[in-house]
């Protein structure tokens, strides 16, 4: 997701109060009390959105200055990760990381040339999700914060009343923060639903859920963004975007130290659900190649002793001792990631086995090179499994 440049003074609250679960109260110095809870959205669908309710003391809030709802991202140095971390997490957890996450594409002036000890001066992202399952984490939870929903430019074309009210800004302490736009009304005791718009950032997500996102222009096919006024081309997920196959692109080109810093992510942190376990698993194994077969291809492929004990400890995590799940999903998920090579029309393509289309029909999405997908039964593949190594796929 990505952020705003908001300019003018913020309203910072000078209290936070929880009240009790989905709910917290907010009072500002001049006197202005607000409640943020969670409730059903009020966009179908959608589940459960932010709220706010304005108590007083005067009859209606118009906001003429900004008003600052918190912090979203980060409340600590764990929050903070680098490109290939975050490329990791997702991976493990399937995309879900990213619903939540921001990328940290400072613009403005900053107060400060770190946060929580990482240089700002990165290409970073803002995680709010556990590194053990990728769901939000309490801290997140308790702000409400993330529980706001998207207005995106077709609904509001559709539906005027759903005019976004709240967008994300950074601080110039580097912080992330929610605020509560200029020129907005809320009656006291009506509760009004918080919502903020994502930007194009967000739009490998909306594919994902199949969001519908713009107005069409003119021209076939571009879209254009009513809220931002960027145009972009229409689009269906991209599968060469995520997955297997895009977590092997990323890889043939980590560094060194990158591969260190995965390697280490996945000791410190390795996932608690047996199927992103096994994408862990089946990511070292990968790096393993990669550093046989590219990264060290100078030094014949003889890898350092430091890295080889940092692989191997890596893979002993999958399966666990004893685990039921863990051999179960070994079983069932022993095709997912492996590379096929097959005839397509006139040319022969690599690509790789994506996920499973049909669980119980053991019917297989796999994903090649050009961007192509198609479906296939177990036995249709059994002859086109193919380990072109790093640098031939």
Not at 304 to 333: C, F, G, M, S, V
């Amino acid at each position: 997701m990505s952020s705003n440049d908001v300019t003018g003074e913020w309203m910072v609250p000078d209290k936070f109060e929880k009240r009790e679960e989905g709910k917290r109260e907010l009072r500002f110095d001049n006197g202005d009390r607000l409640l943020l809870s969670i409730d059903k959205s009020l966009i179908p669908n959608s589940g459960r959105g932010l709220f706010l309710e304005y108590l007083g003391p005067r009859s209606q809030l118009y906001t003429t200055h900004l008003m600052d709802l918190g912090v979203y991202a980060p409340i600590d140095a764990q929050g903070i990760k680098k490109k290939n971390i975050m490329e990791l997490k997702n991976f493990l957890f399937e995309q879900h990381p990213s619903e939540w996450s921001y990328h940290a594409n400072f613009t403005g002036e900053k107060t400060k040339e770190n946060l929580f000890g990482v240089e700002l001066d990165q290409e970073l992202f803002y995680d709010v999700t556990k590194n053990s399952d990728g769901r939000l984490h309490e801290c997140a939870k308790s702000s409400l914060l993330p529980y706001a929903n998207e207005s995106t430019p077709e609904m509001q074309r559709r539906q005027r009343t759903l005019l976004p009210n709240m967008t994300p800004c950074f601080h110039k302490d580097g912080t992330l923060h929610y605020i509560i736009l200029k020129d907005r009304a809320f009656l006291k005791n009506e509760k009004t639903e918080l919502l903020v718009y994502y930007g194009k950032e967000y739009q490998d997500v909306r594919d994902r859920k199949e969001y519908e996102i713009s107005e069409v222009s003119q021209e076939k096919n571009i879209f254009i963004c009513v809220h931002c006024k960027h145009y972009w081309k229409s689009s269906n997920p991209d599968p060469l975007s995520e997955g297997y196959i895009s977590i092997r692109k990323s890889i043939s080109s980590f560094s060194e130290s990158q591969v260190y810093e995965v390697l280490q992510y996945c000791l410190l942190y390795p996932p608690e659900p047996s199927s992103a376990r096994r994408r862990m698993w089946w990511l070292v194994e990968q790096i393993r190649l990669y550093c046989h077969q590219l990264l060290y291809q100078q030094q014949n492929g003889v890898l350092p002793d430091l890295l080889l004990t940092k692989i191997e400890e890596a893979l002993l995590l999958y399966p666990r001792i004893n685990h039921a799940l863990d051999l179960q999903i070994r079983e069932r998920h022993q095709y997912l990631g492996e590379g096929v090579r097959m005839l397509r029309g006139d040319k022969w393509l690599n690509g790789f086995i994506e996920s499973f289309a049909d669980d119980s029909q053991n019917i297989y999405k796999v994903v090649f090179v050009n961007g192509d997908v198609d479906l296939f039964h177990e036995e249709e593949l059994e002859d086109c499994f193919f380990n072109g190594g790093y640098g031939a796929l």
